[in-house]
């Protein structure tokens, strides 16, 4: 790291450097600490990926590519923030057993379409030809029952 970098971090961090300062000798006061800066930084990331992935969809829009682009966002599963006073994602309750996954995709997907059918994240690589053809044939299948619900030959 730099100088410039070091200068730039010690001043980000410096207020939750003095509050570290100030609990970590109560071990309660420190668990606090720690939960609450944990979070913050989770739902901060979490805050910018939803801004982020918000700007790439506006500008799909304002492109004209939205029609003809498949957006695909997926995550492991869920994240506990409070609920069952827990925080991760290593318990076996439903809010962590949750895999998010959306698909935008106008051409075929009508907005605020929900599906209720399980998701598991198995990642594989997206080269592979079967993973491709069933992508291929899943694609197909979206968009001729969005056509036909829609009256649509």
Do not use: C
Not at 26 to 49: C, N, V
Not at 61 to 79: H, K, P, R, W
Not at 121 to 132: A, L, S
């Amino acid at each position: 790291m730099s100088d410039e970098q070091k200068t730039r971090w010690d001043a980000y961090y410096a207020e939750a450097n003095k509050e570290y300062q100030s609990v970590k000798h109560d071990a309660k006061a420190l668990l606090e600490w720690k939960y609450r800066r944990y979070m913050h930084e989770y739902l901060g990331t979490i805050h910018s990926l939803d801004r982020n992935i918000g700007r790439v969809l506006d500008y799909l829009d304002e492109a004209g590519l939205a029609e003809n682009t498949i957006v695909v966002y997926a995550s492991d599963q869920g994240f506990f923030i409070g609920e069952h006073g827990w925080f991760d994602k290593r318990y076996m309750y439903e809010e962590s057993m949750r895999t998010p996954l959306i698909i935008r995709y106008p051409a075929a997907i009508e907005p605020g379409h929900t599906e209720t059918e399980m998701v598991q994240n198995i990642y594989d690589d997206p080269q592979h030809e079967e993973i491709r053809q069933e992508l291929h044939e899943k694609l197909q299948e979206l968009r001729t029952r969005y056509d036909d619900s829609s009256g649509e030959e």
